[in-house]
């Protein structure tokens, strides 16, 4: 991929100098005289969430906050979907919208609110072999954001892999496209491949855990969400999956301790609710069973 000049960055994206400045204080994105595809991409989710009236500031804390929360994910920009929630940033991961900074997951009315949609993609065809990789992947993740375009982001995930087949963010994304389309037994293939690529990759087990779920091997599964919640303690999802997971083979109250993780890591979340009333009928089968074992 050819590199963009900074003037040709203003031209295509139709900023300011001063505002591209602007953001580069921030810390929003990088100082520099050249940029990448994948480079533009990240500026143009900038400058439409500045558009939506979100300040620079909320949203580099959004993406530092992100980062801690979907542990293994290096750039939110490219591999989250973004969209201003308020005067917020809310991240579109594992199907669902999440403001890192207040932790918190955003009911999604579709139209409500706005994707901050990519640049428009180019075609599926490949360029060169020497193409960048990061660059082909940024393609990729803009490809997927556009549901009607999800073979050509799988085309582009699977060169990514010719050129490099340890890259685990490829393989989680090329995986989850494949889980949506129900094809569990390659989503797993690149699950597990990322897993080697990356062992600290705690996405990487918990989507595992999301496919061994799904084909019945709950207790397999468990381990998988172990993994992931040992790697990122704070990652909601895995507690609520795994709580899910105990209630299936029937080890509810290792189950309460995991809603009752869940709960405090996503306190007001529209899920916050159900994991509230699971921990209820837990504690009450229990008041009813010691009620029962009582001597007359």
């Known amino acids: 991929m050819h590199p963009y000049r900074r003037d040709d960055l203003l031209r295509i994206l139709r900023i300011t100098a001063k505002q591209l400045t602007a953001w580069e204080r921030a810390g929003v994105i990088h100082a520099a005289d050249q940029y990448s595809f994948s480079d533009l991409v990240q500026i143009k989710k900038v400058r439409d969430l500045c558009a939506h009236r979100v300040r620079p500031a909320m949203i580099r804390q959004s993406l530092v906050a992100m980062q801690l929360r979907a542990a293994g994910m290096e750039n939110p920009l490219l591999e989250a979907s973004a969209q201003s929630s308020g005067?917020?940033?809310?991240?579109?991961?594992?199907?669902?919208?999440?403001?890192?900074?207040?932790?918190?997951?955003?009911?999604?009315f579709s139209g409500a609110n706005?994707?901050?949609?990519?640049?428009?993609?180019?075609s599926a065809r490949v360029e060169a072999p020497d193409s960048d990789i990061t660059d082909l992947f940024a393609q990729g993740v803009a490809l997927e954001e556009d549901p009607g375009r999800q073979l050509e982001a799988m085309a582009i995930?699977?060169?990514?892999?010719?050129?490099e087949p340890a890259h685990a963010a490829a393989h989680i994304n090329l995986g989850t496209i494949l889980y949506n389309r129900q094809d569990f037994a390659g989503a797993e293939q690149h699950y597990r491949q990322a897993i080697a690529a990356d062992p600290r990759y705690a996405l990487a087990y918990f989507d595992l855990g999301n496919v061994l779920d799904e084909t019945g091997r709950v207790r397999e599964a468990i381990e998988m969400y172990r993994n992931a919640l040992r790697l990122a303690p704070t990652y909601a999802d895995s507690s609520y999956n795994l709580a899910l997971a105990y209630e299936k083979i029937g080890e509810p109250r290792k189950a309460l301790k995991h809603w009752r993780t869940y709960v405090q890591l996503d306190a007001t979340g529209p899920w916050s609710a159900h994991a509230r009333n699971q921990i209820r009928k837990i504690i009450a089968a229990d008041v009813l069973k010691l009620v029962y074992r009582r001597p007359r």
């Open 87 to 108: 005067s917020s940033v809310a991240f579109r991961h594992q199907g669902r919208l999440l403001e890192p900074v207040s932790g918190q997951f955003v009911m999604d």
């Open 114 to 122: 706005r994707l901050i949609a990519g640049l428009p993609a180019p």
């Open 157 to 163: 995930y699977e060169h990514v892999l010719l050129q």
